[in-house]
């Protein structure tokens, strides 16, 4: 079983920035994605970001694309989502997830394991 846990929400005005953490224990596998989903009020749950951990790839959806930043960290199983110039359409609970596939998954399906989520709050 892999456990995730995800930090650094809060609230931050427009054009500020945010940096989410993830960390993962449990039983890892080699190589796997994890990836950043989030979901705000009355909305599906839609893919942000995601980085391959074999190779670094990363790989963002149109919206958050030049603003936001996936990457590993360090210590092995920590990834972070470096979120810039934020708008208040990014206003949503972020959750960590991470999938044993090897190549670079959106749909929410692929993913086994899920944090509990972070809220961020844009807003003036």
């Known amino acids: 079983q892999v456990q995730l846990v995800e930090s650094g929400g809060g609230m931050v005005q427009p054009g500020g920035s945010l940096r989410l953490s993830c960390a993962a224990s449990?039983?890892?596998?080699?190589?796997?994605?994890m990836a950043w989903f989030r979901q705000a009020p009355e909305k599906e749950r839609e893919f942000v970001a995601g980085?391959?951990?074999?190779?670094?790839?990363?790989y963002y959806s149109d919206s958050v694309k030049g603003r936001f930043t996936i990457s590993r960290g360090n210590v092995r199983n920590t990834v972070y989502l470096q979120m810039n110039s934020l708008k208040l359409a990014d206003t949503a609970v972020y959750y960590c997830a991470a999938t044993s596939m090897e190549y670079s998954s959106r749909v929410e399906s692929d993913f086994d394991y899920w944090g509990q989520g972070t809220q961020v709050t844009v807003s003036s």
């Open positions: 449990g039983r890892t596998f080699g190589s796997y994605v």
């Open positions: 980085i391959r951990w074999s190779g670094g790839s990363t």
